[in-house]
């Protein structure tokens, strides 16, 4: 089968977008299947895999940095014919997901959409005053997407929780299969975290890490005030944080407001060949992220065998069991505080959720994730050959947005 993957951000860019894209890129390729993708342009990256094709793009930084893709190409569009495409695969509704949209529609193919990202959540990127209109930016986001989404012959969704989240805000009953984004245990298992912890002089601390997006979506302030009043109670509690982004200055200075600074390490961005070794020198896993679609890092977070403690919200809660794998508490820092410091205090409970969160991250492995997706795609090739396509409904209407011209910006 020959796949198009249009996605607005690939490598050398970090996101949980990227990493199901190239994770999911390699094992279909693993199957027989060639894959071409089709991303942003990175000035001074050289691409390492093949075909790799990118689109020309201005890095803009407000209100938050994002590549904004200028989705013409000659190249591109004198090469699409050439590859016998079987379908095209978006990740994404806006920029090359627009592109991928009319590709499908002029070379007669079929369309499937990955629905990665709560976008509704995101509309306090726009510059406009939320007490006022961000119910009607709200709106108008979920309208926009299900306009979208019936183009396309079939939808794919990392957990169930956003299964349902769709069926309810827009009516889909078929065409619609949850795929999470598998994990490459591998690297997991062959990582060794026992020289991070002496480098970094770990060794006499429980450690608490997360990783993620400094951004405000990512509820980093409930996590650092739960820590800190974890930390009156016990002492040797140390919280590492990976990843950068806008509120990274931000939360530096909250940490110092809360006097846990010296407590507390931003590691900041790290290529993933890294990051199993960075879970795996650490004791616990914290998020507390409530915009989840799938929380993949918490899942690789298990596959190096850590327990969970986290907030209780879609994506988390879909792979952690409270009580099992961690534990899962109310969007209060307070609550979360308490679970950090149940965990930390009972070592035979963290072994009990340790070895539960290697077995069910063995759920997940790729391999089997990516067999679900060739089945979605063959799915779809019969769809389009019928005429059929996604349904979008709402409280029983048929959306009909033929005259709403909306632009939804940054690709989130």
Known sequence: MHIAQFTNAYHPRISGVVRSVSTFRRALTELGHNVFVFAQEEPDYQDEEPFIFRYPTIILPFPVEFPAIIPIS????????????????????????????????????????????QYREYSHYFPIPQETVQDIVKDTIVNWLGEFM????????????????????????????????????EPFEDADGQDIRKKRGWEQDKVL????????????????????MAMRSCPDLRVVLVGDGPELKELKLYTEDLGIANKVEFVGKVPFSQVPALLKAADMFGFASITETQG????????????????????????????????????NSADLAEAIIALTRDNRRMLTFKIAALEKAR?????????????????????KKAGHSVSVTRHGRLFDLSNLNVRIEPDL
């Open 150 to 185: 019936q183009k396309c012959q079939h939808i794919v969704v990392p957990t169930e929780s956003m299964r349902n989240i769709l069926v309810k805000q827009y009516g889909l009953a078929e065409r619609l299969t949850v795929i999470p984004t598998g994990i490459d245990l």
């Open 209 to 228: 890490i997360s990783i993620g997006r400094m951004a405000l979506e990512k509820n980093w302030r409930t996590l650092l005030e739960a820590s800190a």
């Open 74 to 117: 000659p190249f591109v569009d004198t090469l699409l014919p050439s590859l016998k495409l079987d379908i095209i695969h978006t990740h994404h509704p806006i920029l090359l997901g627009q592109t991928a949209a009319v590709k499908a529609r002029e070379l007669n193919l079929p369309l499937v959409f990955t629905f990665h990202t």
């Open 296 to 331: 993949l890092v918490t899942l690789e977070a298990m596959a190096a065998g850590l327990p969970i403690v986290a907030i209780e919200a879609t994506g988390t809660s879909d792979v952690v069991e409270d009580g099992k794998e961690g534990l899962l508490t109310s969007n």
């Open 363 to 383: 759920a997940y492995d790729i391999r089997l994730q990516a067999e679900k997706l060739v089945n979605v795609y063959q799915q779809a090739i019969e769809d």
